[in-house]
């Protein structure tokens, strides 16, 4: 069974790096398939991030693009989301996910992480 | 981007009752649309992919259809498990795009 958990701070400060990892149990990460990032903001709708292929190609959703990083550690079967110069904006849900494609369909989550955003 | 519209946004059924929610697509995403359910304080869960197919363990009464623009998530009659709030989510055009959710609530 494919199980995912996000961990990391639950409380960054505006202008600084949120910084999350997914550890993937029941499956090596660098078998197959596409990692991803997804977020909610509080009583808010899902807003896809980006995703990396087991291969360690990107892809990342236009508008945060230039503030996202997403990166395996296939040596502890983890992957890391990154995002830089944080605003009130970022406080959200981050859920990690197990991706069939570049830009989708995802079958196994993490439970979710609410990383806020505030001085 | 492709903008997935869902409607309604609310939708008000009693146990037993069918229901009908509807996701539609500013451009065509094909067949390459998928629906997920999520409970309060859970992660979405895969419910429909590819338009029309059920994932892993998905019981019967749910069904999609549709393709292009315009796509339904059908649930036959509704169980007490099932009333939460419904994401779509296209993945053929980029970037990849959720619809806003409709909820579905006990009358």
């Known amino acids: 069974q494919v199980q995912l958990q996000e961990s990391g701070p639950g409380l960054v400060k505006p202008s600084e790096t949120l910084s999350l990892t997914c550890t993937v149990s029941?499956?090596?990460?660098?078998?197959?398939?596409?990692w991803g990032w997804i977020r909610q903001p509080p009583g808010k709708g899902l807003e896809w991030i980006g995703t990396?292929?087991?291969?360690?190609?990107?892809y990342y959703t236009p508008s945060l693009k230039s503030r996202v990083t997403i990166s395996l550690d296939t040596s502890k079967n983890q992957f890391s989301l990154k995002l830089s110069s944080v605003t009130a904006a970022d406080t959200a849900v981050y859920y990690c996910?197990?991706?069939?494609?570049?830009?989708?369909?995802?079958?196994?989550w993490g439970q979710g992480t609410l990383v806020t955003v505030s001085s | 981007e492709t903008v997935l519209t869902q409607s309604p946004a609310t939708l008000s059924l009693s146990p037993g009752e069918r229901a009908t929610l509807s996701c539609r697509a500013s451009e065509s995403v094909s067949r390459y649309l998928a629906w997920y359910q999520q409970k309060p304080g859970q992660a979405p869960r895969l419910l429909i992919y590819?338009?029309?197919n059920r994932a892993t363990g998905i019981p019967a009464r749910f069904s999609g259809s549709g393709s292009g623009t315009d796509f339904t998530l059908t649930i036959s009659s509704l169980e007490p498990e099932d009333f939460a709030v419904y994401y779509c989510q296209q993945r053929n055009n980029w970037p990849g795009t959720f619809g806003q959710g409709t909820k579905v609530e006990i009358k």
């Open positions: 590819d338009a029309s």
């Open positions: 029941g499956y090596s990460i660098s078998s197959g398939y596409y």
């Open positions: 990396i292929y087991h291969t360690g190609s990107t």
């Open positions: 996910a197990r991706a069939e494609y570049s830009s989708g369909l995802f079958d196994y």
